[in-house]
């Protein structure tokens, strides 16, 4: 297959291209860098930008006639209290969460339309369904990413095009260094600095990147997917069923439990 992911300078991305690129599948890997790697061809694209995004399609389609699978993994996170966040912050983590895979997914449609056949893997968040705290813009940019899947899933499936979110838990990656950080004002900072420690602490102890890739793997052999499919450690996972049985002070109870707020 023709595979196209985003966000391979490093992390799941990169994981991901190598361990498709070793089974044998041509793939391209578009990433705001240059990345060495024997197994995929790095395209250099900022999703950001439309037309690097049409540039990188294009240079793609020099070499390959169609396109089978496209992964929108590229993303920020980004921590700090509502109060204190930018509208500058704000609209650059929407500009890459959201409007970047929604260009890429424009960008790459018309080629599968045209054979009747593709898949794309929007990379979201266990977190998109529920709003953490210290998280808000993050977990609002990832569940705005769910609704246009949802949407486009109607959209696309007459020419057999299939799309779904596939929503992570904490992933074993250097996301912690590349997270937008806000001020944070006084009256939060205590707070946040154990929440913070926490959330570090998750990322450490998280699942392999190369389990997600064997996941995205079976995933991709599926012949008909659902919209979601969530994907890491039981306690993170739990999250998302409690969230749509349990009262919500109930839920929100449990959450500044897990998140050491009680």
Same mark, same amino acid.
């Given at each position: 297959?023709? +595979?196209?992911?985003?966000?391979?300078?490093? %992390?799941? *991305?990169? &994981?991901? /291209?190598?361990?498709?690129?070793? =089974?044998?599948?041509?793939?391209?890997?578009?990433?705001?860098?240059?990345?060495?790697?024997?197994?995929?061809?790095?395209?250099?694209?900022?999703?950001?930008?439309?037309?690097?995004?049409?540039?990188?399609?294009?240079?793609?389609?020099?070499?390959?006639?169609? +396109?089978?699978?496209?992964?929108?993994?590229? %993303?920020? *996170?980004? &921590?700090? /209290?509502?109060?204190?966040?930018? =509208?500058?912050?704000?609209?650059?983590?929407?500009?890459?969460?959201?409007?970047?895979?929604?260009?890429?997914?424009?960008?790459?449609?018309?080629?599968?339309?045209?054979?009747?056949?593709?898949?794309?893997?929007?990379?979201?968040?266990?977190?998109?369904?529920?709003?953490?705290?210290?998280?808000?813009?993050?977990?609002?940019?990832?569940?705005?990413?769910?609704?246009?899947?949802?949407?486009?899933?109607?959209?696309?499936?007459?020419?057999?095009?299939?799309?779904?979110?596939?929503?992570?838990?904490?992933?074993?990656?250097?996301?912690?260094?590349?997270?937008?950080?806000?001020?944070?004002?006084?009256?939060?900072?205590?707070?946040?600095?154990?929440?913070?420690?926490?959330?570090?602490?998750?990322?450490?102890?998280?699942?392999?990147?190369?389990?997600?890739?064997?996941?995205?793997?079976?995933?991709?052999?599926?012949?008909?997917?659902?919209?979601?499919?969530?994907?890491?450690?039981?306690?993170?996972?739990?999250?998302?069923?409690?969230?749509?049985?349990?009262?919500?002070?109930?839920?929100?109870?449990?959450?500044?439990?897990?998140?050491?707020?009680?």
């Amino acid at each position: 297959m023709t +595979i196209i992911i985003t966000g391979t300078s490093s %992390g799941i *991305g990169f &994981v991901l /291209a190598e361990y498709f690129g070793k =089974k044998g599948h041509q793939v391209y890997g578009l990433s705001r860098k240059h990345t060495e790697s024997q197994y995929f061809k790095s395209i250099p694209t900022d999703v950001t930008d439309n037309q690097a995004v049409q540039n990188a399609i294009a240079e793609v389609l020099k070499t390959e006639s169609r +396109i089978d699978v496209l992964i929108n993994n590229a %993303g920020m *996170g980004m &921590v700090g /209290a509502v109060e204190d966040s930018t =509208k500058e912050d704000i609209l650059k983590l929407f500009n890459l969460n959201l409007v970047g895979s929604v260009q890429m997914m424009s960008a790459v449609l018309p080629k599968m339309r045209e054979h009747k056949f593709g898949k794309i893997i929007n990379v979201s968040s266990i977190g998109s369904e529920m709003g953490l705290p210290f998280r808000g813009f993050y977990s609002a940019s990832k569940s705005a990413l769910d609704k246009v899947t949802e949407a486009m899933r109607y959209e696309v499936y007459p020419w057999n095009v299939d799309v779904c979110s596939l929503h992570l838990g904490d992933i074993k990656t250097n996301i912690a260094e590349n997270r937008v950080r806000t001020k944070v004002s006084e009256p939060y900072k205590n707070v946040f600095d154990k929440v913070y420690a926490l959330m570090n602490s998750h990322v450490g102890d998280g699942t392999e990147p190369l389990e997600v890739a064997a996941y995205v793997e079976n995933l991709l052999n599926k012949n008909k997917w659902k919209a979601h499919y969530y994907f890491g450690k039981f306690g993170q996972k739990i999250g998302v069923p409690l969230k749509w049985i349990l009262p919500q002070g109930t839920y929100e109870n449990l959450m500044k439990k897990y998140n050491k707020l009680d």
